[in-house]
Structures are given as structure tokens and as C-alpha cells.
């Protein structure tokens, strides 16, 4: 079974631009959450859709954005990007929301100059 | 809001020996999963092993076993026989069995000296 899947890889964007993330999920994998991973702030949740809604949100500006398709692919957008931005963003699916544990994607490094 | 504490930035041991990775959270919940993760250098999250908190049995997944004390809300990582491949970030996290987000501490380092 394909893992999660995250386009780009890599991803470079000046300040004030927008950007929009990809995330494909195990198949059969219904829920999938976003993280803003940096060193000095470690892992942070940014939020988790599950059957194309929003189930649980982090603390992170309006900037931030996101939206599941009904086959459970999932986007985020940053919009307005700042230098603070430039971050490792990992999406990671889970078949359910609950108990089920995560499966990362390896991430989509954003470099914001 | 639920926090996940790790004390250990880094930690080193070497090749074949035993390490343990510290963990304490805090949360008012009585059901909720304790997990940890591993990051190698490559960046990909990969699954250790995980714990549910109305189990008393600690979890073992072959050189891996945690220490879960519910009372004291540690739960910490024992790696066994430590292989190079072992050397990565180590997350621990946690998740209320009532579905909120994923909470993960800030990681602890692992360096396998040959």
C-alpha cells in the first residue's frame, strides 16, 4: 500500500506570495492533519480534516488554511507568506479520527526569502 | 491543554547497548494513547510503537518497550541492543481517546556511537 504522498518537496516563495501545499493520504485513510515543524518550535499542529471538514484546529493565524477533497486529498494554503513561514510541513493521515495512530508524509520543506 | 514534555534534548549510547527516552505529559483525561515516533535524518515520521492508557501492560515491539506509569504520567521508550539505524529524533505525543489533535513534545536526539 503507497504511503502518504506530499507535493512539492521543496519549495521556494518570496515574502508576501501565497502557497499551496498537497497532501495524498494512505488509501483508505480518512483523516489527515498538518504540522508546521521548525527547530526552535519543534512540531506544531496546524489542523485535521476528517470527511472534508474541519475537526480540530491549532493555534496558527487565518493565513493558514485548509481543505479535504472527497477522495480525501487534502491542501493547505499560507497566504501572505512571511519569513517566519519557512518551515518543514508534514501532513500525516490516519484512517479515522480517535485512536488510530498517524502515518507521515516526508514533508514539504517551504523556504520563505 | 494537554502538554507532552521531554527533558532530554539529546542522548547518546553506544552500538548494542540499552537507552531510555523520557516522556511526561499532563492531562485531566482518564482514556487518551500515548505514542512514540522516530524522525531519522531522512525526515520521515515513522511509527515506534504505541500505549492505551486502560492497558497496564506496557507495549513491546521488538527491541522497543515503554514504561507507561499512568499515576505518575510517564511514559518513557527503552531501546534495546542499540543499532546504528537507531539514531534519529524521538517524539513522544499524545491523543485523547475523544479525538482531539496530536500533542508531541519537542524530541529528544539519539546518537548511536559505533
Redo the contacts between chains.
Keep these: 500500500k503507497a504511503g502518504v504522498t506530499q507535493t512539492p518537496r521543496y519549495l521556494i516563495k518570496t515574502r508576501g506570495q501565497q502557497v499551496t501545499l498537497s497532501c495524498s493520504p494512505i488509501s483508505g485513510h480518512r483523516s489527515v492533519?498538518w504540522?508546521q515543524q521548525t527547530p526552535g518550535q519543534?512540531?506544531q499542529?496546524l489542523f485535521?480534516y476528517f470527511s472534508e471538514t474541519q475537526?480540530?484546529k491549532?493555534n496558527f493565524p487565518g493565513r493558514f488554511s485548509g481543505r479535504q477533497f472527497s477522495n480525501s486529498r487534502s491542501e493547505m494554503n499560507v497566504s501572505t507568506l512571511e519569513l517566519g513561514d519557512s518551515a518543514?510541513y508534514?501532513c500525516?493521515s490516519s484512517y479515522a479520527?480517535?485512536?488510530y495512530?498517524?502515518?507521515?508524509?516526508?514533508?514539504t520543506r517551504l523556504t520563505v526569502t | 491543554a494537554q502538554t507532552v514534555t521531554q527533558s532530554q534534548p539529546e542522548m547518546s549510547v553506544q552500538e548494542a547497548e540499552t537507552v531510555t527516552l523520557s516522556c511526561t505529559y499532563d492531562t485531566s483525561e482518564s482514556d487518551y494513547?500515548l505514542?512514540w515516533?522516530k524522525q531519522p535524518p531522512?525526515?520521515?515520521?515513522?511509527?515506534v510503537i504505541?500505549q492505551?492508557a486502560y492497558k497496564q501492560q506496557n507495549a513491546t515491539e521488538n527491541r522497543f518497550s515503554v514504561n507507561f506509569q499512568k499515576a505518575a504520567k510517564s511514559f518513557s521508550l527503552k531501546i534495546s541492543d542499540s543499532q546504528l539505524g537507531d539514531a534519529a529524533m524521538y517524539?513522544c505525543a499524545y491523543?485523547s481517546?475523544?479525538?482531539?489533535?496530536?500533542?508531541?513534545?519537542?524530541?529528544t536526539s539519539l546518537t548511536v556511537i559505533p
Excluded at chain 1, 495512530?101 to 514533508?107: D, I, N
Excluded at chain 2, 531522512?42 to 511509527?47: G, H, K, V
Design positions: 492533519s504540522y519543534g512540531l499542529f485535521e475537526r480540530n491549532g518543514l508534514l500525516a479520527i480517535g485512536i495512530e498517524q502515518y507521515f508524509g516526508p514533508g | 494513547y505514542f515516533y531522512s525526515r520521515q515520521m515513522i511509527l504505541r492505551e517524539f491523543r481517546a475523544s479525538g482531539n489533535q496530536f500533542y508531541f513534545g519537542t524530541g
